[in-house]
């Protein structure tokens, strides 16, 4: 099965600086890449995803990139937030398929 | 939340009673899946459903069962809880073929004494 690798496991930035969070996979069949934030005490909510045809997706201070080859997609965060600090959860599946693989999670951190 | 609720939002129980958590949906989404949380873990499929009395094991299925007897409703049964499935669960919702997106409910924390 895939396995998705997600890095670093915990990032703290000042406020207005940006932030980068890192995931590999294995399955070259992976084709949809979302990215979950998570509050506390609250379910994951999707932020930003991409499929295997595009190589970087913007919605205002959130992207998300791609590279296919090398089989890793990252997210980033710029002019970062109090707000934003939150756990963000990477995932890989293929074909719309039902089986959705997730990062172990990055814990980010906005110091006002 | 996308319209899902989840019950109990908490529960303790003990080890070897059987505990059944509620998914309730008001998306009339055909696709609905259970995960489990886990520090260390992210997100684990438990069992997912494509549809009423259609369902399919995840990758961690042991110890667990489900059923839906309605569009709205996933059911997850413990059968005899063990204190390995101290988790929190949470239930996700999917429109149809051909969208990729899954949306997650607010979650219940179980713990098994």
């Known amino acids: 099965g895939e396995n998705v690798e997600q890095h670093p496991s915990t990032l703290s930035v000042q406020e207005g600086d940006s932030a980068v969070i890192k995931c590999t996979y294995s399955d070259s069949a992976s084709n949809y890449f979302p990215w979950y934030k998570q509050e506390l005490g609250k379910g994951p909510q999707l932020i930003i995803d991409i499929r295997s045809n595009v190589g970087e997706k913007k919605d205002q201070r959130i992207a998300v990139t791609l590279n296919k080859t090398a089989k890793h997609f990252s997210l980033h965060i710029t002019e970062t937030q109090p707000e934003d600090s939150a756990v963000y959860f990477c995932?890989?599946?293929?074909?719309?398929?039902?089986?959705?693989?997730f990062g172990t999670g990055t814990s980010l951190t906005v110091i006002p | 939340d996308a319209g899902i609720t989840q019950s109990p939002r908490h529960k303790v129980t003990e080890t070897g009673t059987p505990v059944t958590l509620r998914c309730h949906q008001t998306?009339?989404?055909?696709?609905m899946y259970w995960y489990r949380q886990d520090p260390g873990h992210g997100l684990r499929l438990i069992h997912y459903s494509y549809g009423v009395k259609d369902t399919d094991k995840g990758e961690v299925s042991d110890g667990y069962s489900v059923s839906r007897s309605k569009t709205e409703d996933f059911l997850l049964t413990l059968e005899s809880a063990t204190s390995s499935q101290t988790s929190v669960y949470f239930c996700?919702?999917?429109?149809?073929?051909?969208?990729?997106?899954?949306?997650f409910g607010p979650g219940t924390r179980l713990t098994v004494l």
């Open positions: 998306e009339n989404h055909r696709y």
């Open positions: 996700a919702i999917r429109e149809a073929v051909g969208t990729d997106t899954q949306y």
């Open positions: 995932a890989a599946s293929k074909n719309s398929g039902n089986q959705f693989y």
